[in-house]
């Protein structure tokens, strides 16, 4: 897998091995500010590694539930500078969209301050009405311990810096569908948003998603947000996360690692009857 462009960045470094130093030079993985304009007005800005920039505007507002359908976009455009040298800016033009900037902008405000307790913020996703997960779905536990390792394998950035988180799309045959990688783990998965929106795949009924780290809320109610049944990290989850999923009927697996894993919720998609006692 190649990795996108603008995505890796290298620097002069001074190396000390066994007593012994030289100037080297590394492979770093790029981090620059994206600003997503929502109809002329600023939305949001966040941190991320250049690649996919349509992809991650498009998911975002996907997952934070300011559009439900590719329709509702009607332009969406990388903003080139006056240099021409970097575009750190999309704009999205919306339609049919109840979209309240202020609104939003309060929201994303919120949403990131300590103060606000676990309680409120799976109440705001309860009101957004989200369908469960397909219950049928299934994954055999075999097919779900070869994902890692599918994963690791086609982490074309992560391989030259060692310094980026991926998240993942695989059939029930563990067929790798999709993979993104960013700098924030939550942007590698609106990158995974943003893509299904655009090519027409949603909900991703019959898919799991893999991330690397942990699985924390905000990546849970992306999922669900995505109509993912399964997802699965390679770490822990958080405890509002496993809330979050039981509430909402999303398997939620943490520490899959070589052949073990733990189920937090709906174990029913993965494991056989017997094996949940």
Request: aromatic fraction near 6%; charged fraction near 25%.
């Amino acid at each position: 897998m190649k990795a996108p462009e603008r995505s890796i960045e290298l620097t002069q470094v001074t190396e000390w091995e066994d007593g012994r130093v030289r100037s080297v030079q590394d492979a770093l993985a790029a981090e620059e500010p994206l600003e997503i304009r929502v109809n002329g007005l600023p939305l949001a800005v966040t941190m991320r590694t250049p690649g996919h920039d349509l992809e991650l505007a498009a998911g975002f507002l996907l997952t934070e539930g300011i559009i439900k359908s590719k329709d509702q976009v009607s332009r969406l455009r990388a903003v080139t500078p006056e240099n021409g040298v970097k575009s750190n800016c999309v704009e999205v033009e919306l339609k049919d969209a109840a979209f309240d900037h202020g609104e939003m902008q309060r929201n994303f405000f919120a949403a990131s301050s300590c103060g606000v307790c676990g309680k409120a913020s799976i109440n705001a996703i309860r009101l957004r009405g989200l369908p469960q997960p397909d219950p049928d779905f299934r994954l055999d536990p075999a097919v779900l311990c070869r994902l890692p390792e599918a994963l690791r394998s086609e982490q074309a950035v992560f391989s030259q810096t060692g310094g980026l988180h991926a998240a993942a799309l695989f059939d029930e045959t563990g067929r790798l569908i999709v993979l993104r990688e960013d700098i924030g783990r939550h942007n590698a998965v609106d990158k995974i948003a943003g893509w299904a929106l655009q090519n027409c795949h949603l909900p991703l009924s019959q898919r799991v998603m893999l991330v690397s780290g942990r699985g924390g809320f905000e990546i849970a109610q992306k999922a669900v947000a995505m109509g993912i049944p399964i997802l699965a990290s390679v770490s822990a989850p958080s405890s509002l996360a496993v809330k979050l999923a039981r509430e909402l009927g999303l398997t939620l697996v943490g520490f899959l690692r070589g052949s073990r894993f733990i189920v937090y919720s709906g174990e029913f998609r993965c494991l056989p009857v017997q094996d949940c006692s």
